[in-house]
T-cell receptor, first 118, second 110 residues
């Protein structure tokens, strides 16, 4: 089945620095990947849609200059949190859909990245 | 709109059935999904239902869909402690995006 690998699983960084999170589709090509943010005990909020070879599409209210998304290949999307601040601390999850499979296979999720900004 | 709502919390005794409810507002969704999230982990697809179906059963899981009321439910038979997790319903409102419900925390006690 489709597998999505996300790294790192946990990161602690100092306020003002940047952090990069990687999302890889291991056994399929993903022209589109999705980045979500999850606050404690809350639902997943879609941040942006990452499109291979073109600009990401950001949801309303998400700062594109702060959350940089790059989708340079069919198997890799990265999310960079720039000039991180404590309020950026959250659980970030990526997902992708293997278009070679039917809709009944749904979307595959990475295992998530817990970001803590101190 | 794309609001998908769920009750926040459900507590059941081991061996009983659990029913998790979901109400959505966008009737254009072709597929509706149920995902499970264990603490500190990503999401695991449990099951799905196509919009032209009323019911789907998959082992211990039964999904009911009432399109008229935009209501989706997930029934877990013979609930086990390993079923304790957060459950999210999700829809795809005529786009490639997946919109999640607010999540229901299921706690199973002995």
């Amino acid at each position: 089945g489709a597998v999505v690998s996300q790294h790192p699983s946990r990161v602690i960084c100092k306020s003002g620095t940047s952090v990069k999170i990687e999302c890889r589709s291991l056994d399929f090509q993903a022209t589109t990947m999705f980045w979500y943010r999850q606050f404690p005990k809350k639902s997943l909020m879609l941040m942006a849609t990452s499109n291979e070879g073109s600009k990401a599409t950001y949801e309303q209210g998400v700062e594109k200059d702060k959350f940089l998304i790059n989708h340079a290949s069919l198997t890799l999307s990265t999310l960079t949190v720039t000039s991180a601040h404590p309020e950026d601390s959250s659980f970030y999850i990526c997902s992708a859909r293997d278009r070679g499979l039917g809709w009944n296979y749904g979307y595959t999720f990475g295992s998530g990245t817990r970001l803590t900004v101190v | 709109g794309e609001d998908v709502e769920q009750s926040l919390f459900l507590s059941v005794r081991e061996g009983d059935s659990s029913v998790i409810n979901c109400t959505y507002t966008d009737s254009s969704s072709t597929y509706l999904y149920w995902y499970k999230q264990e603490p500190g982990a990503g999401l695991q697809l449990l099951t799905y239902i196509f919009s032209n179906m009323d019911m789907k059963q998959d082992q211990r899981l039964t999904v009911l869909l009432n399109k008229k009321d935009k209501h989706l439910s997930l029934r877990i038979a013979d609930t086990q402690t390993g079923d304790s997790a957060i459950y999210f319903c999700a829809e795809t409102p005529n786009t490639d995006k997946l919109i999640f419900g607010t999540g229901t925390r299921l706690q199973v006690f002995p």
